[in-house]
């Protein structure tokens, strides 16, 4: 038995020798990165986000609504879900490394009845039996990276999930007060074309205004009355969206809402681009992925080398060693040992497929969290350059207003006054409501690039963050 084991022995290290380990470690991805933003200039003063940055717009209509996604969106609730799974699977894997014991029980009755006799015997055994993979190659050790690392990541996609939602509920909040506030410039210009109408129409039938005068001013009042129908439809779209976002039905959903001057504009900085790369979940989450493949090939390569695998059971038998050539019969204490040691041969290829398999999904994971890196530095700067034009319109969003409002009170004095052009009168009516509009959805793109950064940033995730277990002190809890 001892020889048989040193000759063993002697095998292996003779395999060894000649096959090599091959297990190598993960080649350092390169993180070419910029020094600085191009548009960080034209940030503001400020901090990075916080957790809880949307709490900075001082709405606490806002703030109940995200503490109400966290708790109901469904698809952050299928994220977490994922990540119990993702947990599980690495606890599946992780056990593989260690020796596995199971215990058996069998009974076993013989009976028999010929012309010379009969007789019964009951063979039975207890026992407890011990296997083992010896990880020579380092196969099992890289099954259990990989599923650990690919924990990581699903905890990653869904801290980006809940970096998603968080900014949709915000995006949508602000994109309805903007519609109810351009359903009320609609209305006022609906109300503005009606006077007029009136007019018009008082001095048509004195003889001083024309058929077409008459009939062009009826035809601005119903395109104002269109505009509203319109107005009226994206802001039930959008309000179902919102309800969407936080996991109800948008039946008896009510947004109390407030202009969008109340609300407070929170002052962001940048910080460093290679600061960004610890900050994005989406990044963690390439790399995580890019990691997980990097063992899964290192178990494609070790599945081409031998496998040696220990087994062993003790316990009480009876027959105490039923063997074929030598049985000792009554019930005493057994023992087995055994070694199996497998060298693929001929596969027709499979093994070998498999590895390149693996090598080219690392190769693409390569890629992809390459272009991770690239998608967050470009959605950072597409963030500050909207900023940055954003503020050097508004002086001039805020004139546009002011002087289409004077110029359609003097016409309309004017005209009402009969010493007035009815043409000039009818492109100073549609010029206010445009440019009234048009501040609107100015102040709602300020809004949402301001969201676009603080999302871009990362919205203050942490990779700490990713692997803690315990909830969350803030209310965005991704832990939940």
Known sequence: ?????????????????????????????????????????????????AQAWY???YSDELSTFVDLAAMNNWDFAAAR????????????????????????????FLAGHSAQGGGHELDWSAMLSASYEVDFWGKNRAAADSARFLAGASRAER??????????VADSYFQLLALRERLTIARSNSDAARRLLDVVQARFDAGFA????????????????????????????????????????????VVQGAPLDSLHEPQVTAGLPSELL????????AEANLQAGHADLIVARAAMFPSLSLTGSAGVQNPALPAIVLTIPGVGPSFALGANLIQPIFDHGRLKAQRDEAQARDTELLA????????????????????????????????????????????????????????????????????RDQFVQYKLARLQALVALCKALGGGWTQQQAHDQAPSTTTWNINR
């Open 159 to 168: 801290d980006t999930v809940a970096l998603t939602t968080l900014a949709g």
């Open 55 to 57: 709490r900075d717009f």
């Open 210 to 253: 024309t058929p077409v005068e008459l009939a062009t001013q009826r035809t601005a009042f119903d395109t104002a009355q269109i505009a509203i129908s319109d107005l009226q439809q994206a802001q039930t779209e959008s309000r179902a969206a919102l309800a969407l976002l936080l996991g109800r039905a948008p039946e008896g959903f």
């Open 1 to 49: 038995m001892v020889a048989r084991c040193v000759f063993l022995t002697a095998c292996l290290a003779v395999v060894v020798l000649m096959t090599g380990c091959p297990a190598r470690t993960m080649e350092a991805v390169p993180r070419d990165v910029p020094s600085a933003f191009d548009n960080a200039f034209s940030a503001p003063p400020g901090q990075w986000p």
């Open 278 to 285: 610890m900050r994005r979940p989406d990044v963690l989450l």
């Open 81 to 108: 879900a994922r990540v119990a799974q993702a947990d599980a699977r690495a606890r599946q894997a992780g056990a593989a490394i260690l020796p596995s014991v199971d215990g058996a029980g069998t009974a076993n």
């Open 368 to 435: 992809m969290y390459r272009s991770a890196i690239i998608a967050a530095l470009s959605d950072v700067e597409t963030a500050l350059a909207a900023i940055h034009h954003l503020d050097l319109a508004r002086e001039f969003q805020v004139e546009s207003v002011a002087q289409s409002e004077r110029a359609f009170e003097g016409a309309q004095l004017r005209y009402e006054a009969g010493s007035g052009d009815y043409l000039v009168l009818l492109e100073a009516q549609r010029t206010v409501y445009a440019v």
